[in-house]
């Protein structure tokens, strides 16, 4: 059986409004004490960013 990586996600979405330098600290905040990791970044044309960060999910068997 092979064994694959499970994964948790979750989406940030910035307004036009919101400045690069807060979204980046969002984003670093998350990864520093949540401990995700950034999956994928995307910038519409409207202006918002929606940012996909991910996480291992730990499955931990039972040893007796």
């Known amino acids: 059986m092979a064994l694959m990586t499970e994964y948790e996600y ?3 979405t910035f307004d036009r409004h919101v400045p690069k330098a807060e979204a980046r600290q969002t ?4 990864a520093e004490y ?5 999956s994928r ?3 519409y044309e409207g202006g918002v960013r929606r940012i ?3 996480r291992r999910i730990m ?5 007796v």
């Open 10 to 12: 979750q989406v940030l």
């Open 27 to 30: 984003v670093r905040e998350h």
């Open 34 to 38: 949540g401990r995700w990791e950034l």
């Open 41 to 43: 970044s995307v910038l």
């Open 52 to 54: 996909w960060l991910r």
């Open 59 to 63: 499955r931990v068997n039972r040893t």
